[in-house]
């Protein structure tokens, strides 16, 4: 933009600023590259993080396919990086190629501000606010596919400022087809992408149009490298068809199964999730803008802005980039908004809908860089000195400094290990031969990884609930699960022959077939068939559920004994962000301990037993829930009702060895802690209610003792 000085001649000059600029753009950029890098590296985590990281890693490490739509650039490069790196967990392996990712992303942010602006500094505050912001960090070093989309985002920007600069119609034809190749490999990623594709082939082709250099011919090649660039989505069908993968996802050895998979016809196209209701256009809108202000400062945000606004100026060059990369920003912040259905309301949705904002922040970062850059060339004009660009390197050397300084803590993953401690403990407290049918992200991304990457317990079986309603999953999977018998090519409520000729089965039927294994459920069972309820029962076994057969009895004492340490976990209650992975895992070893009495309380509520079966019951919930809420001050709020609860029955049973003013006071105590803590809980009319008469009962009880 010719911030920061001029060449001799109109022609002279910008030839010998780009020359300079390309020299300093490529050793700054290095330079940010070895910086970021070497930070990421530092905080990266050694084991598995949350998220569909598990998952993602499982299909590289196996060569399958990863979810809709299927990743087939990450996939590869994340085997390369298994293979080729030769120190820490497969996890860690792909998570420093992520950082890697991250690192060559911030210098091309740096490289695109300083191509345009010619300011060491802007380029580094726009490479510093966004690699340094709590959510590009956070996802940067995390085995995800965003790091590599932030890539491609700078990578496109940068591609797009050298087309501009290209002093002849052969480097611009050069240019244009490695964009074009560019953009084609872009989407074999993360498919968000599309938006700022869409934004930057029209400009380049109106450029090239306006310059007299598009032809049908020079069309054609660069519609070829655009194709080229989408090749690695060959590799979808020739996994598919090989079926080599003991973990995969859908058959794209079909143009049908291949297009579901790539349009992500299974969770919605052009959308977050399927049958979700979202929140509402304006509500995501404005949490970005929030968010954004959160990630990198108001003033960044203005200093954005102060980049458009100085294209007033007549004497500023390349305005139309500024108004491209605006306009990038805009009409995806708006597309994003409009079909982000999920409710934001939530942290766990929250925490997936902002990943997708680091795509505008990028663009926001490098409009902040132009825009300091401007500022102080303005500055200096107005002033009529050349001294402020001390205070630009002060201004951008703040910023960043401001950001790691604010997000390090947060971002250092070194000592993270909640997901992989998780999924570890539900491993090693199942059964020899177990079957586990697993139901959710969670553990069904953390213990494939465990499972076929890690090598941990080959004897147990994996088989996924929500897979087995899929057409293509049992006829491929089904060779790589050796140990699981299955009546029938798909699960279905409804047994029968469908149209197709494939023959369905119920739960009920697959745990008849499979009787001589223990199966077990990881986290709940699939709503949609009651059918195992005939013959089978739910007994909790830490944060999962065993199936038992009807015949057997219940014992409480040997139930109790087998659950009480299923889980080795000291992780304290409440640390980790609401948003997180390592919070609903967490959350979830927590309410574990509390599942064996739950169990039990209810089958003393529920089932019609002798006067004595119950009280023992009961007494076994109460001891046990006694046990647990005074293990750690801090714990799940719902423990405090369900052991008031508890006390409540044990003080009406007839035969109980308890203090009756003992139980009263803690049910009156607990059920005070709950309503403070609780304040969403729609019941708090009623045990506000009850807490009267019980405070009245207990008064009565002191008197009579008094008496």
């Known amino acids: 933009m010719g911030l920061h000085g001029d060449g001799g001649g109109p ?54 396919v990863a979810h809709p739509p299927g990743y087939p650039l990450f996939t590869l490069v994340a085997k390369l990086a298994i293979l080729l790196f030769p120190f820490g967990s497969v996890a860690y392996r792909v998570n ?54 932030n890539l491609f985002v700078g990578l496109l920007m940068a591609l797009t400022v050298h087309f501009e600069e290209a002093a002849t119609a052969q480097e611009r034809s050069k240019i244009a087809k490695i964009g074009a190749l560019c953009c084609g490999l872009s989407l074999c990623n993360q498919h968000t992408i599309v938006l700022y594709v869409l934004c930057i082939i029209p400009w380049i082709l109106f450029r090239l149009l306006k310059e007299k250099e598009l032809s049908p011919g020079s069309l054609l090649k660069l519609s070829l490298c655009f194709f080229a660039g989408l090749l690695p989505y060959i590799y979808l069908p020739v996994s598919s068809y090989l079926n080599q993968a003991r973990w995969t996802w859908g058959d794209q050895t079909t143009l049908l199964g291949f297009l579901t998979h790539f349009l992500r016809e299974e969770y919605g196209t052009f959308s977050l999730a399927k049958s979700e209701i979202g929140s509402s256009m304006s509500e995501i809108l404005l949490s970005q803008v929030t968010n954004m202000r959160t990630q990198l400062s108001f003033n960044i945000q203005a200093l954005a802005v102060w980049a458009n606004i100085c294209l007033t100026r007549k004497d500023r060059q390349s305005p139309s980039l500024i108004w491209l990369f605006t306009g990038m920003f805009c009409i995806y912040s708006l597309f994003f908004a409009w079909r982000a259905n999920l409710d934001i309301s939530k942290p766990l949705f929250m925490g997936v809908v902002e990943r997708f904002w680091m795509q505008s922040n990028a663009v926001v970062a490098v409009l902040a860089g132009i825009g300091l850059a401007a500022l102080v060339s303005e500055s200096n004009r107005v002033l009529n000195t050349n001294g402020l660009q001390y205070l630009e390197w002060l201004s951008a050397i703040l910023f960043v400094t401001c950001q790691i300084y604010s997000n390090y803590s947060i971002c250092d993953q070194r000592t993270n290990y909640v997901i992989d401690k998780f999924a570890k403990n539900l491993l090693s407290s199942m059964p020899r031969d177990a079957i586990i049918l697993l139901r959710g992200d969670l553990p069904g991304n953390s213990l494939r990884y465990m499972h076929y990457c890690e090598g941990l317990r080959p004897d147990i079986s994996l088989v996924d609930q929500e897979m087995m309603t899929y057409e293509w999953y049992l006829p491929k999977m089904a060779k790589h699960l050796p140990g699981v018998k299955f009546p029938g090519n798909r699960w279905n409520p409804v047994e029968g022959i469908l149209p197709s000729g494939m023959v369905t089965f119920n739960l009920y039927r697959f745990l008849e077939v499979n009787k001589q294994k223990e199966t077990f459920v990881c986290i709940g069972i699939h709503e949609g068939d009651p059918t195992w309820k005939k013959n089978y029962s739910l007994w909790p076994w830490g944060s999962c559920d065993k199936l038992v057969s009807s015949e057997i009895v219940f014992n409480p004492e040997e139930w109790i004994k087998l659950t009480r340490n299923i889980y080795n976990w000291t992780e304290d209650y409440g640390r980790f962000d609401p948003s997180s992975w390592e919070s609903v895992a967490n959350e979830e070893m927590w309410q574990a301990r509390m599942k064996t009495p739950f169990f039990i309380f209810n089958l003393a509520e529920s089932a019609s037993l002798p006067s004595n079966v119950k009280a023992q019951l009961y007494t076994h919930a109460y001891n046990l829930y006694k046990e647990i809420v005074y293990l750690r001050k801090e714990h799940p709020v719902n423990w405090h009702k369900n052991y008031a609860i508890s006390c409540e029955r044990m003080l009406r049973l007839q035969e109980r060895s308890s203090d009756p003013e003992v139980l009263l006071s803690e049910t009156i105590r607990h059920f005070r802690l709950y309503t403070r803590k609780a304040q969403n809980d729609p019941q708090l009319a009623d045990i506000s209610v009850a807490l009267k008469h019980l405070r009245k009962e207990l008064q009565s009880l002191r008197n009579m003792k008094n008496g």
């Open 11 to 64: 022609a002279g000059g910008q030839a010998a600023r780009a020359g300079a600029r390309r020299a300093g753009g490529l050793c700054g950029g290095v330079a940010v590259f070895a910086a970021v890098a070497a930070v990421f590296t530092l905080t990266l985590p050694r084991s598995l993080p949350g998220g569909d990281s598990g998952e993602l890693i499982t299909a590289a490490h196996e060569l399958g």
């Open 96 to 149: 420093l190629l992520c950082g890697l990712f991250g690192a060559a992303a911030a210098a091309l942010l740096f490289f695109t501000v300083f191509r345009l602006s010619g300011s060491y500094a802007g380029g580094i505050l726009a490479a510093g606010v966004f690699s340094f912001s709590r959510l590009t960090w956070q996802w940067s070093i995390a085995a995800e596919v965003f790091s590599l989309n």
